[in-house]
T-cell receptor, first 116, second 111 residues
Framework: EPEVTQTPSHQVTQMGQEVILRCVPISNHLYFYWYRQILGQKVEFLVSFYNNEISEKSEIFDDQFSVERPDGSNFTLKIRSTKLEDSAMYFC??????????????FGPGTRLTVL | SQKIEQNSEALNIQEGKTATLTCNYTNYSPAYLQWYRQDPGRGPVFLLLIRENEKEKRKERLKVTFDTTLKQSLFHITASQPADSATYLCALPGGYNKLIFGAGTRLAVHP
């Protein structure tokens, strides 16, 4: 069964460093998302991406964040200068869009980002 | 903005019983509502989507209801098993292209 994959599974970085989180969405899906979950808290939307551009973003997704789909299969989230409060589990998701808008989404296993 | 309320207390039930979880929302009624399962340290897994014109939806041992008057969805697991133990998340569209998640309710099914 097709699934969303994410690498790395765990990333440790120093405050102020740049990190790139990588995702391979399900191949025929059209919509791509990043969410994050701080330990013990709810899953929070960061950004959605469709037709090679950002379609929606949250207040969390400030100028320190960027997303890219550099080729036909990868989808990346870059954090330019990490802060302690960026420590969280980051989930990539994709959807076919058949239910319209934010229909059923398929999530990857997550990347645990630890900022020291 | 839309707020989602799920019972923060864990639900403990005996194997074989029916588990019922509640999701309440506060503002506009969404066009649809979704339920996901999340195991510790893992990503959410899609379970069911119910549209505003559907009162009830079933999938194997799962049943979801959607009452737009009460602004509430109920999620039932019948004949529950220890393997059903997880956190169950309610999610609503928060815009055209994003989901808002509730904090989830942890279900523990005891043998």
């Amino acid at each position: 069964e097709p699934e969303v994959t994410q690498t790395p599974s765990h990333q440790v970085t120093q405050m102020g460093q740049e990190v790139i989180l990588r995702c391979v969405p399900i191949s025929n899906h059209l919509y791509f998302y990043w969410y994050r979950q701080i330990l013990g808290q709810k899953v929070e939307f960061l950004v959605s991406f469709y037709n090679n551009e950002i379609s929606e973003k949250s207040e969390i997704f400030d100028d320190q964040f960027s997303v890219e789909r550099p080729d036909g299969s990868n989808f990346t989230l870059k954090i330019r200068s990490t802060k302690l409060e960026d420590s969280a589990m980051y989930f990539c998701a994709s959807s076919a869009g058949t239910s319209g808008g934010a229909g059923e989404q398929f999530f990857g296993p997550g990347t645990r980002l630890t900022v020291l | 903005s839309q707020k989602i309320e799920q019972n923060s207390e864990a639900l403990n039930i005996q194997e074989g019983k029916t588990a019922t979880l509640t999701c309440n929302y506060t503002n506009y009624s969404p066009a649809y509502l979704q339920w996901y399962r999340q195991d510790p340290g893992r990503g959410p897994v899609f379970l069911l989507l119910i549209r505003e014109n559907e009162k009830e939806k079933r999938k194997e041992r799962l049943k979801v209801t959607f009452d737009t008057t009460l602004k509430q969805s109920l999620f039932h697991i019948t004949a529950s098993q220890p393997a059903d133990s997880a956190t169950y998340l309610c999610a609503l569209p928060g815009g055209y292209n994003k989901l808002i998640f509730g904090a989830g309710t942890r279900l523990a099914v005891h043998p």
